[in-house]
């Protein structure tokens, strides 16, 4: 089933701190680049698919914001950091049956105000605690970043995981930014350097966090065929998957221990028609580095326990058995949600990662999560027409 679909076109507004523009603006920006780099006028797109970050906007609002008319398809969707994938899979399919013909999917945000700390534009929209929700806030877990340093500390305590194999991570992926233009982060960094980091929820540092950024990112899905005779080389969707676990905080779950992956890889590699050794690029969801370490076990590519080793295998960095997050992720590069992780496979399906380049792009596996472990999508793209 999807085999007939690509995306033909990537559009990258500024990224990171960029200041005076409005949500609506970046998206309506990206939106315009996004069907300029396909070779296509805004009027030859009939679906509009809308994601937005912290600010509650865009939403639908954006189709008047960019005079686009007769649309098909025009929805906003919402599953945190895994709607990329959710918007891609539900774009292919308005493809493949005929809703649509060409689909742009774009996420904007814009947290950061001058003068304030990355972790204000967090902070800032925080919501209140009461009722049960108080109790877990007077036991310290009052933000995103607590949650998932209780779910890193879950994975140290059961398998052994170190904080030095997580810092692995972190190098490796700052090593891979240091070779992208665009990346925030660019100085390369030392395993030193990570443990040095000040402590933002134990055992997470600093350096196992991932940026703030503000911008947009839109691509363009269509079909096969229409992508064959459009400006760029088609990226081609070879599988896609979701995965929404349910797990819940308390003893005797799985939380911390297994995430989404598990479900949504397996259906979108049995769609692509692959398996783990067959996938030569990896770009996954890196809000922290933990969640790089156990979306690697769940997808398969080492064993449960053993994603701690693998990745200070030197496996993830330049010149590693698996190449991942090649653009520097959201660690390092940007963070877009899930659109960090699809916009550097698109780079990298097409091979325009420069220095960065991967040395075989044939299949591509690209990740997203959202929540606390809550939400899961996979992607399988390739530069290649699936089954050719």
Request: charged fraction near 15%; include cysteine.
């Amino acid at each position: 089933m999807g085999d007939g679909t690509a995306i033909a076109g990537l559009g990258m507004t500024e990224l990171g701190k960029v200041y005076g523009r409005s949500p609506r603006r970046f998206a309506a920006d990206a939106v315009r680049l996004a069907a300029a780099d396909a070779g296509l006028a805004l009027g030859d797109v009939d679906g509009l698919i809308v994601s937005h970050g912290l600010g509650g906007s865009p939403g639908i609002e954006l189709a008047d914001t960019l005079g686009m008319r007769d649309l098909r398809l025009l929805t906003q969707m919402n599953s945190f950091g895994a709607t990329a994938g959710a918007m891609i899979s539900y774009a292919a399919t308005s493809v493949l049956a005929g809703a649509a013909s060409a689909v742009a999917c774009v996420f904007a945000d814009a947290p950061l105000k001058p003068k304030q700390s990355s972790g204000a534009a967090y902070h800032r929209d925080a919501r209140e605690w009461y009722g049960f929700g108080g109790m877990t806030a007077a036991l310290g877990l009052r933000s995103v970043n607590s949650f998932y340093a209780l779910a890193a500390q879950r994975h140290m305590a059961r398998y052994g995981t170190t904080g030095e194999q997580l810092g692995a991570i972190a190098v490796a992926t700052r090593e891979w930014a240091s070779r992208n233009p665009l990346a925030q982060m660019r100085d390369p960094i030392t395993l030193e350097d990570h443990q040095n980091s000040r402590w933002v929820a134990e055992p997470l540092h600093l350096l196992d966090c991932c940026l703030v950024s503000n911008g947009a990112i839109a691509v363009i899905v269509t079909s096969a065929e229409r992508a064959r005779d459009l400006a760029r080389p088609p990226v081609h969707l070879w599988g896609w998957g979701q995965g929404h676990p349910g797990l819940r905080k308390e003893r005797g779950s799985e939380w911390g221990l297994t995430t989404g992956a598990v479900s949504s890889g397996a259906t979108a590699m049995k769609m692509a028609g692959v398996t783990p050794s067959d996938v030569t690029v990896c770009e996954l969801y890196d809000c922290y580095t933990y969640t790089v370490l156990v979306s690697l076990e769940d997808y398969g590519f080492c064993a449960k326990g053993e994603g701690g080793a693998f990745a200070a295998s030197g496996a993830l960095g330049p010149g590693g058995s698996l190449p991942t997050n090649t653009g520097g992720g959201q660690l390092s590069a940007y963070y877009m949600w899930g659109m960090t992780p699809l916009s550097e496979a698109v780079i990298q399906a097409r091979g325009d990662g420069g220095e960065r380049q991967a040395p075989d792009n044939d299949v591509i596996l690209v990740s997203g999560n959202g929540g606390i472990l809550d939400h899961h999508s996979t992607l399988i793209v390739s530069p290649h027409p699936k089954g050719a």
